[in-house]
């Protein structure tokens, strides 16, 4: 999510931070499945909550380009595409938040 939220000023850093989080995923998978046991029983609402947690981290992207955008931009200001992009992602965030 830190590196969502800086994307807008360090494009290249979010590919390779992309990169070592797959290869990280990969090292996990591979200790989990074959080296060690589950010490917790995971539930469907642990689960849930991730999940939710993860798709609710469109709203960080959306801050991090509204944030960045004014301190790039040479005109100081932001478009309209910056507030649209923002209120989608609140939208959404909060559709995803709060259904079960």
Do not use: H
């Not at 060690?36 to 469907?44: A, I, K, L, Q």
């Not at 609402?45 to 991730?50: A, I, N, P």
């Not at 100081?76 to 609140?90: D, E, H, Q, R």
């Amino acid at each position: 999510m830190i590196a969502n939220f800086y994307a807008y000023i360090t494009p290249i850093a979010t590919i390779i931070i992309a990169v070592v989080v797959l290869i990280q995923y990969w090292v996990d998978k591979y200790n989990l499945f074959r080296r060690f046991s589950v010490p917790v029983n995971f539930t469907y609402r642990l689960s849930r909550l991730t999940v939710k947690i993860l798709e609710a981290s469109i709203l960080i992207i959306a801050l991090g380009n509204v944030l960045f955008a004014s301190w790039v931009n040479e005109e100081k200001k932001l478009t309209p595409i910056n507030y649209v992009t923002l209120g989608i992602a609140i939208i959404y965030s909060a559709v995803v938040i709060f259904t079960p």
